[in-house]
């Protein structure tokens, strides 16, 4: 049983299939409407079921659209909606439904629910962000990397402002695809000590640093996110501790001249970015939301076994 719950467990030989895959298909449906079907159609009659947690605007219409142009069928389901939201185990919900369909996203507010959905589940589970990471935001970014700058082993990468759930599956890609990865964040916000060092045990390059201008002196790409996560509690503490390491185009000038953007979304404009670098040239922001639908595609794909290692 493949499931894609993280970054980590996958082997740098599947990881790469998964991006290469992405490329290609992207490329290969390049000018086609929206909604056309793959010419090979693999996934032809499997259904991905969604479960909603939390809100989405791009994993939503990206796994839809995704397994559509893969020949499948989706349906989302709302948690709240569900029996789940009403006390229903997820190990039960993960039996029912793999009964009913063939594999299923999950967007979890715990990371432990998406794990025992996966123990349960007699088909592919698909994380859609938990609060601990979002491996697919990941692959989505990467593609926009590799198209800009070529690939993305060897370069180096600076994440700016919270050590969140994005920047986690951010480090345990870095050991895999090779990038060097340094981290500015405040004090009370930096990753979890063992993500970070289960990555140098794996062989990541990963650098602490205390201000946004070290992080990103040089950095081939740029990240950040927002200063409050879905789910964070601690609002006013996080806006008091957060502002110096906005990305504005005074930091921007302290990386490489090449440098790409970087940011999941949904942004907020004037906080974590400002309008001139997400709408600036250096932004790829755009191409890696897109990209999510490739890149997810090929996840789907790895996951029914259709490819890599
Ligand atoms: N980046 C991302 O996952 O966006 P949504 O929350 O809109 O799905
Ligand atoms: N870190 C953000 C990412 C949203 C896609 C959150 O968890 O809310």
New binding site residues.
């Given amino acids: 049983m493949r499931h894609f719950l993280d970054i980590a467990p996958l082997s740098p030989a599947a990881l790469r299939a998964i991006l290469d895959e992405g490329h290609r298909r992207k490329a290969a449906r390049a000018g086609l409407p929206k909604g056309a079907v793959d010419a090979d159609a693999p996934l032809q009659g499997r259904l991905l079921a969604m479960i909603f947690e ?1 809100a ?1 605007t ?2 939503r219409v990206s796994f839809d659209v995704g397994v559509r142009q893969l020949g499948g069928g989706a349906l989302v389901m709302s948690a709240g909606e569900t029996q789940l939201g009403r006390g229903e185990t997820v190990q039960d919900t993960a039996r029912v439904l793999s009964r009913m369909v063939d594999a299923v996203m999950i967007r979890a507010r715990r990371h432990q629910d998406v794990t025992a959905f996966a123990a349960a589940s007699a088909i592919p589970v698909i994380n859609g ?1 938990t ?1 601990l990471s ?1 491996p697919c ?1 990941i692959l989505a970014d990467l593609m926009a990397v590799e198209e800009r700058l070529g690939p993305v082993s060897g370069k180096r990468v600076a994440w700016v402002g ?1 050590g ?3 920047c986690a599956s951010y480090i345990e890609a870095a050991a895999a695809f090779g990038f060097s990865l340094t981290i500015a964040a405040p004090p009370a916000y930096r990753p979890r000590a063992q993500v970070l060092q289960a990555a140098v045990a794996a062989g990541a390059e990963i650098c602490i640093v205390d201000t946004a201008a070290d992080a990103v002196n040089g950095a081939d790409v740029v990240v950040t ?2 200063w ?5 509690n601690d609002k006013d503490a996080r806006m008091a501790a957060f502002p110096v390491f906005q990305v504005n185009e005074d930091l921007m000038r302290g990386a490489a001249p090449h440098a790409q953007f970087l940011h ?3 942004a907020h404009r004037g906080e974590e970015a400002t309008d001139a670098v997400l709408d600036g040239p250096q932004s790829a922001v755009w191409d890696a939301a897109e990209n999510r639908i490739h890149a997810q595609k090929a996840v789907m794909l790895w996951c029914f076994g259709l490819v890599g290692p």
Avoid: E
Wanted: proline share 5%; aromatic share 0%.
């Fill in positions: 939390k989405s791009r994993t962000l609060d979002h935001q919270d969140n759930n994005v996110d927002t409050v996560s879905m789910g964070d999941c979304l949904p």
